[in-house]
Antibody, heavy 118, light 110 residues
């Protein structure tokens, strides 16, 4: 069974940093591109970042470009998102998702909540 | 990376059909056959219903169908059921390894 479990969310002050993790199991993690998608409270989904299976290709949404770093450790079946210079508008549930094929996400974690507030 | 445009809400009675539109540009929806649709119930993670414009993953009922014309994609739900009440999001490939989502549509089953 495919499982994605996010962790690392929490309350952080504006300007602070946070590292999110996503532990994957039930599939060959190293064969799949992965994404981070976030959802602000009561709002829609927003794609945040993508990383190819071997980390060759990495892309970010404009909203987090320059403030975040996506990475993965295929030996540990883990995906990460390092976020810096956090702002109130970064408050959201952050989901990790497996890219199942042609640019769609077929499995999603349950999300981890990040709250940026003083 | 502007969000795709979806109606804020749609509604229908059990057994009826509803269609949710998703309008983008030639740089996303119109430029690629990589539109997907997701269903999200409150407090839950999204679930993929449609990918590659019109393909259904295994386990998704054939009541859900997708199509595209020009810069607009559509999700049609036929034979509405109470459990279909949820938020629906479209998504499209928008250039090298980037995605864009729609703003979401709340479906109410009357």
């Amino acid at each position: 069974e495919v499982q994605l479990v996010e962790s690392g969310g929490g309350l952080v002050k504006p300007g602070g940093s946070l590292r999110l993790s996503c532990a994957a199991s039930g599939f060959t993690f190293s064969s799949y591109a992965m994404n981070w998608v976030r959802q602000a409270p009561g709002q829609g989904l927003e794609w945040v970042s993508a990383i190819s299976s071997t980390s060759t290709y990495i892309h970010y949404a404009d909203s987090l470009k320059g403030r975040s770093t996506i990475s993965r450790d295929n030996a540990k079946n883990s995906l990460y998102l390092q976020m810096n210079s956090l702002r109130a508008e970064d408050t959201a549930v952050y989901y990790c998702a497996r890219e199942g094929g042609n640019y769609f996400n077929d499995y999603w974690g349950q999300g981890t909540l990040v709250i940026v507030s003083s | 990376q502007s969000a795709l445009t979806q109606p804020r809400s749609v509604s229908g009675s059990p057994g009826q059909s509803v269609t949710i539109s998703c309008t983008g540009t030639s740089s996303d929806v119109g430029g690629y056959n990589y539109v997907s649709w997701y269903q999200q119930h409150p407090g839950k993670a999204p679930k993929v219903l449609i990918h590659d414009v019109s393909k259904r993953p295994s386990g998704v009922p054939d009541r859900f169908s997708g199509s595209k014309s020009g810069n607009t994609a559509s999700l049609t739900i036929s034979g509405l059921q109470r459990e279909d009440e949820a938020d629906y999001y479209c998504s499209s490939h928008a250039g090298t390894y980037t995605f864009v989502f729609g703003g979401g549509t709340k479906l109410t089953v009357l």
